[in-house]
C-alpha cells in the first residue's frame, strides 16, 4: 500500500515554464495528491485538473513573504485531510518516492548562516506530519510577530525560517531521511556535473534546477 502524502509545490509567475517541463518529476514523488501553490497575482500555471491555492507574493527575500508563504501552506495542510505534509519550491526535481515517515524530515544544507538566529536551514523539500505540524506552526507565527523577518534578515528566507522555527518548537528532525543534492541555483559546470552524479548515484531529490539546459544536462 502506498504512502499517502499532500505534495504542495510553490510557485511563482515567472516559474510556469519549468513548473510544466518538472511535473513528470514531481508525480515521482509518490505523493497521492499534488496541489499548486501559486501567488495572489494569480499568475501561475499548472498542469489541467490540478488544484491550485493562491498564498502571498513569490517575491524572494523580500522581508517576511515567503515566511508568510510556508506558514500558510502549513495552516492550510491543516484543513485537509492528509496526514503528512510535503512542500517544495519549483525547482524540485523528485526521483524517488518519498518513504513513509513521522515528525519533521529535511535537508540539513548548512548551519548558522549570515549571523542567523537558528543553529540550522534546510533547503526544500521539507516534510512534516501533522501532530508535528501545530508546534511548528505556533513558533512560526511567533517568530514573524517578534519582527524577525524584516527584509534583508537571515530568517526572511524559507530555508532559515523553516529551520529555526523546527528548533523552536523542539521537534527532532531527521536529516537523513531522503538524499537530496541542493544549490540555490545549479548553474556552474561544476555544480551540473556533481547534480549529474548525484542523481546517477541515487539521489532522491535535487534542489535549484530552473532551466531546460540545466534539466537535460542533469538527466541525460
Known sequence: MSFPFLLCIHSYGGANETVKRHWPFY?????????????EKHDCVFP???QSVEMGDGAYLNGSNLCLRLLETISWFLTQHEN????AEYDVLFFKPIRPFTGVC????????????GEWFGHSPWCIDRDSAYPVLNEMVKIISEGHCSYGTPESS???????ACERAG??????????????T????????????????????IHGVKTEAQLS????
Open 27 to 39: 508525480e515521482m514523488s509518490g505523493a497521492s495528491r499534488i496541489v499548486g501553490i501559486g501567488t
Open 48 to 50: 489541467d485538473g490540478i
Open 84 to 87: 503528512h505534509l510535503v512542500c
Open 106 to 117: 529535511s535537508d540539513r544544507t548548512g548551519g548558522k548562516t549570515w549571523g542567523s538566529k
Open 158 to 164: 524559507p530555508d532559515v525560517f523553516w529551520g529555526w
Open 171 to 184: 521537534i527532532p528532525v531527521n536529516h537523513d531521511h531522503f538524499r537530496l543534492f541542493t544549490r540555490n
Open 186 to 205: 545549479i548553474e556552474s559546470e561544476e555544480d551540473l556535473k556533481l547534480a549529474r552524479q548525484a542523481r546517477l548515484d541515487g539521489a532522491d531529490c
Open 217 to 220: 544536462f542533469i538527466t541525460q
